[in-house]
Antibody
Framework: EVQLVETGGGLVQPGGSLRLSCAAS????????MSWVRQAPGKGLEWVSV???????YYAASVKGRVTISRDISKNTVYLQMDNLRAEDTAVYYC???????????????WGQGTLVNVSS | SYVLTQPPSVSVAPGQTARIACGGN??????VHWHQQKPGQAPVLVIY???KWPSGIPERFSGSNSGNTATLTISRVEAGDEADYYC???????????FGGGTKLTVL
């Protein structure tokens, strides 16, 4: 069974840093596209970042330069390092196994339960 | 950047058919994925690659995609289908995932 468990959220002051973790089970993150998606209170879904199976990374303009996505193959875990946090970064952050077509195989999307990041003084 | 447009809300009576549109420039040339989010819960994939069913999703959910509009259709709507629904595509020009603004489905 595919499972994604996010940890690392919490209350942080503006300008502070947090590292979110996403522990995956039931599949290997190295063979999949993995994203972080966030949802501000009462708002819609906003894509944040992706890491390809080959290791290439991309970022939304709203976080580029402040956020780094990475992974640890030995721990089958994806991370999101967030620096210089702003009030507008307050949101629930979800880890997502992306829906892709890989070598003729359709990969379903799976979402974690999310972790809340609250940027406030 | 690529933009996806969804109606803010759709209402339907139980047992009827709900259709939720997702508009985008030539969206028919892209693969569309649909996610359901119930209050206080994480999103769940309900349709991917335009019309494929993820495991565990009933066939009352179906998808289509042509021209400038993709559509999620929910047949024989139940009270438990009440949720926000989001469409999603990959924008290869920017290497970004793009989400629609979401549609709140209300079951009357």
């Amino acid at each position: 069974e595919v499972q994604l468990v996010e940890t690392g959220g919490g209350l942080v002051q503006p300008g502070g840093s947090l590292r979110l973790s996403c522990a995956a089970s039931g599949f290997n993150v190295i063979n999949n596209y993995m994203s972080w998606v966030r949802q501000a209170p009462g708002k819609g879904l906003e894509w944040v970042s992706v890491i390809y199976s080959g290791g290439t990374t991309y970022y939304a303009a709203s976080v580029k330069g402040r956020v780094t996505i990475s992974r640890d193959i030995s721990k089958n875990t994806v991370y999101l390092q967030m620096d210089n946090l702003r009030a507008e970064d307050t949101a629930v952050y979800y880890c997502v196994r992306d829906p892709v077509l890989d070598g003729g195989v359709y990969i379903e999307a799976h979402w974690g339960q999310g972790t809340l990041v609250n940027v406030s003084s | 950047s690529y933009v996806l447009t969804q109606p803010p809300s759709v209402s339907v009576a139980p047992g009827q058919t709900a259709r939720i549109a997702c508009g985008g420039n030539n969206i028919g040339s892209r693969s569309v994925h649909w996610h359901q989010q119930k209050p206080g819960q994480a999103p769940v994939l309900v349709i991917y690659f335009d019309k494929k069913w993820p495991s565990g999703i009933p066939e009352r959910f179906s998808g289509s995609n042509s021209g400038n509009t993709a559509t999620l259709t929910i047949s024989r709507v139940e009270a438990g289908d009440e949720a926000d629904y989001y469409c999603q595509v990959w924008d290869s020009s920017s290497d970004h995932w793009v989400f629609g603004g979401g549609t709140k489905l209300t079951v009357l």
